[in-house]
DNA sequence: TCGTCATTGGACTGCATGGTCCAGTTCCTA
DNA sequence: TAGGAACTGGACCATGCAGTCCAATGACGA
């Protein structure tokens, strides 16, 4: 595609973010190149013209921008985790993010749903935006042990791991209901790990 | 279909894991009528003859088989679990199930995922099948209530569902990894609602 | 002003897929 | 044992979709 242009890089974003509202909406079978074409005012040659690799390219440049916007929505909170009240700070901007904003559903999540088999490399995309989330929620743990608020037993990657799951599931379960409270009542649940700084059975 | 003879229900059934098979393997896009037909060993007209509804109809059946199936394969423990112990061999089941058994996803919440928009009546059978199994889970965390277990003031409901988010959202985060950590550390946390007798902060 | 390269438009192709149709076979029953 | 209904085989059709091609247009530097 040599050199873009700041028209072409325009143009390029707005098939980016266009296919990623579909893809959201419909997934990624339900979203067809004269789908994109139509809501972006573009056309066929265009969308081969900033995606030589076609609709896989396609999906994975989406699978990018949506694993960054994801992060960046949780922002600056997700960089911080180190006391309760951050915490929440965090989980009001992530529920925000998928109800608040009528997402209903995990953009990263979905995809890693339906196309983790098929297409190794967007699995592989998926993967490593989970790993960086998975990450930052890990040093949110640590943080909190380092300050005594979490009992310093526990694997900060596991906590972590858990946590992500529950919003994942969360979201399995509100998007059909179209009801958050599966996603909040899962949330919650996951985050009482960070409410027991003394050990159990 | 008017009447099925016995020769008919086996061929519609072998139809029906046949295309669970697949589907679990593929999504529901990529589980063709023609890759049915040759994993069963039919023609494209015994399909529309047991599932007149075409690809819809066929997918609705899957559902249903798959949901009595996921619920069958937690018995007895499921409609147990009163003690701890019920608690762990559920978990046992459960995780042989979907990693055991080699599935890596959830059938039902593959389908919930995939196919949730764009036909309403799976959407139901799907969302009939959590329901189903978190009113389970309630029941058996009521049980653990009622034996002094388990805090009184917890919400059975909403332990339920994020019991029922961690499984889903682990999955989410096994199935690219192929690892089930991630399942069995949301699954463990989760379940750590019920090692809480008293009450906290 | 000219040339070149990024950009755009849209017709066209080939193929996979869901769905239809009808003829042939098997099986139950009266 | 005959008739009808359930069952099976596979050719055929229509369509939607990813991907190709080529010509036209716009922008920017020399």
Redesign the pocket.
Known sequence: ?????E???R?RQRIVEATGRQILAAGIGG????DVRAAT??????L??YFPG???ELVRAVAEWEGGELLAAQLPHLEDLSTRASWEAWRAALVDYYIGQGRWACPIGSLANEAAVGDPELAALVADTFRQWASRLAAGVRRMQGVGEVDAAADPDRVAASILSAIQGGLVLSQPLHDPWPLEAALDQALHALDAPAVRT
């Not at 595609?1 to 242009?5: C, I, Q, R, V, Y």
């Not at 005012?41 to 265009?46: E, F, I, V, Y």
Request: charge should be positive; avoid cysteine.
């Open positions: 595609m040599a050199e873009l242009t028209r072409g890089r143009t979203t067809s190149l004269d005012l573009t056309s066929k040659s265009q081969f013209h076609g609709k896989a």
